[in-house]
């Protein structure tokens, strides 16, 4: 488990999301990380984990496995590929790339069994609530609409994110709550912060950033900031 | 291009197909494909295609690519993410993954824009003419039934290379056309390319056998011959 | 709301499924369910529905329906669409076709705007306790690797129902739990309501029945039974 | 076989693809057929297939069916239940609908078997001539980009229709070639005709109109029109 405030970028599959490009933002992320004294997880595409994995030392995961085991199957990746390129754990059920109740709760399962952590992401509070029963060690909620808009869900629709507190702490006082979905500035994850949640899930405000060590930077002293506030 | 014979390696996911044992195959493939004189082609998993490629002088392609492009597309992976990370080319539509006829094309045509090779499998003699008006530079004829077998489909069922051979040669000219499913010997190479194919795709033959490399060998020495022999 | 003890008949696609044979099932089950004092829901395939619905006076509710609003979705059936023919509800989420969960969750909405029912499939007891936080009227359990098999889940794994009742009971009191999978006999029927649940799902003990009627009359029979001693 | 000019009439799933409305477009195609002597096949959803067919005597086909055979398949519909249920054949991969190619394969071979009519569709000129490999009875080019767009490919794309009556041509000499995509008035029917395809698919221009019947009639009479002028 990972001690929060947590900030998760998630890399995509930008043009920035590859090799040196990658590996600079990796390196970036460590730096703020030590720096600041917070939680940097990072999200690159299967091709990129073995090279950041090795190259820098704050948790890798992947942006998502195939509920498949190993053996014949071609173009899938079961949790055991990651875990041997490096990689910490695995997002599951991200809104671009959902999957079936059934498999979402075998990976998590498997990811237990593999000693690697499991991030569910969920579209809205009775979804988080739902997946929370099958104990991820993290849960996003994230709004679909608000990925990639540049509007924060934490300003737009902050009654979203209490709701999920709420309804997924009735069934699960454990897993780590985690606000997803339009986080572009510092102020967004503080808002995340002040709501409730742990920490944030972000992709494009860093990925496609011109300074992205500076907008990680103030992200991750508003989350220092406001996680201590709380506390 | 590659130059027949051809003899592709399918790495799955078994449990050699990742790491040390993922680059020892690779390196073994690498001497065989250097002594013998013959294109060997990998087809490793997506975390394990940079360190690959990095390490050996021989063709790396990947397992399946997403239909997607640059973006906001988590958990998926593009061709232009492959080819970043060293890749050649792909597999398209294998019988454990398979696409839309959409898909496919969109995939092929797309290669041909990033200057990346194509592998397209089948399972039936139609499906393999199908595809090959798509101008694939590969297509595999791939019996579903016999992938994993253990028994060839060139000895088990040479009458549907024979078919494929014709349907495909009646709107496709150029494509290479190979043999997979069942390949476990250079017995089983050999017939495939007495049969008119110009190589084989092997998997659990090799990525599972007691010396892969004597095994390689074998095949690659037997493709040689009955590519010789035919000429 | 359905008034327990219950069974449910699914369909499924049998030969039996269709036309004459579909309607006469349908006859049998509309007798039995007013004589023995029991309520029995047919799933026919969609192409019964109106028949059904329109012929006998028992509830009548699809196998499935697509996760998409009335418009330009080809070849996909709206909640809207079943309910036109006839239908009171919809499986959701059954082994044979699974739903992504926010699938499941808007289409249990979407069930309560349009007042119909909702009966969702579960394979394992924290799916179902997972599932059972979003609120469909009913629930069943089913091992898919029972489905089918002749072996009722009720003899062959008790402890799993026995679970499913107490982990779907912590989060969600009102849902009508149901058993499933490899129900062949009166005595599975007596065995799953004793073990805490309010019915059950058939499909192949009664659509493959030599005598349908007489089959499910013992069942029906063996549920009322044990119903009575229970409370 | 069905004789040319043909309109197909999809139905799609809106809020008028059902019951009375249904029945009510139905009848007015029947009665078009007859009056202007022209071939109406009539696409509406599963669940109203059994009516359509057994009160209008005009084809009727299904919007899709599953690549399954008759068995344990919960929710799915194999091309024995549209038979059933009176349809004389199906569409197959609509681009709301896509399959995989050799799901294609299967279900063109498995309607030869049922004695079952063939329509699919194809997005680009080359996957239409793919598809034609496999021999469906009717090929339909329609762009998704302007499927209900109200602008018609034969106005926007005439280029695309050329293409693909000349590339499927090249490989298939019997299939019957169709234009669909955008198709709102006589006027795009006559285009359709003229630029030598055998008739149209139409959507949203019929299911939508105040007056589909004259809308149809005018369709109708273009096009037996542009027919009698072609030959």
Redo the contacts between chains.
């Keep these: 488990m990972f001690k929060p405030p947590i900030i998760v970028i ?1 890399y ?4 920035t ?3 040196l490009s990658a590996l600079s933002i990796a390196r970036a992320a460590e730096e703020v990380s030590k720096e600041v004294g917070i939680t940097i997880i990072l ?1 690159p ?7 950041l994995a090795t190259n820098v030392n704050i948790p890798i995961i992947a ?2 496995v195939d509920p ?1 085991e ?9 949790p ?3 875990k ?2 490096g990689a910490k754990g695995f ?1 599951i ?10 498999e ?2 075998k990976l998590i399962k498997r990811a237990y069994e593999l000693d690697l952590t499991t991030l569910a992401c ?3 509070p ?2 988080a ?3 929370s ?2 104990n991820p060690d993290m849960i996003a909620i994230e709004p679909p609409e608000l ?2 808009s540049g509007i924060a869900v934490s300003k737009a629709k902050p009654e979203i994110i209490v709701k999920t507190v709420s309804k997924v702490r ?2 699960n006082k454990k897993t780590t709550i985690l606000t997803g979905a339009g986080i572009s500035s510092a102020e967004d994850v503080a808002k995340a912060i002040e709501l409730g949640t742990s920490g944030v899930l972000v ?2 405000a860093i990925m496609k950033a011109k300074e992205p060590k500076k907008t990680l930077e103030e992200m991750a002293k508003a989350a220092v900031k406001a996680s201590a506030i709380k506390h």
Tied chains: 1, 2, 3, 4.
Excluded: C, M, W
Aim: avoid cysteine.
């Design positions: 998630n995509k599959v930008y043009n999301s590859f090799g999200a595409p299967s091709t990129e984990i073995r090279t942006q998502h498949v190993l053996g014949a199957y071609t173009g899938h990746l079961p055991e590929a990651v041997e390129a997002i059920n991200h809104s671009e790339r959902r999957l079936r109740i059934d979402v709760a969920a579209d809205v009775e979804v609530a739902a997946i029963i099958l990925i990639g009735e069934v992709a494009s």
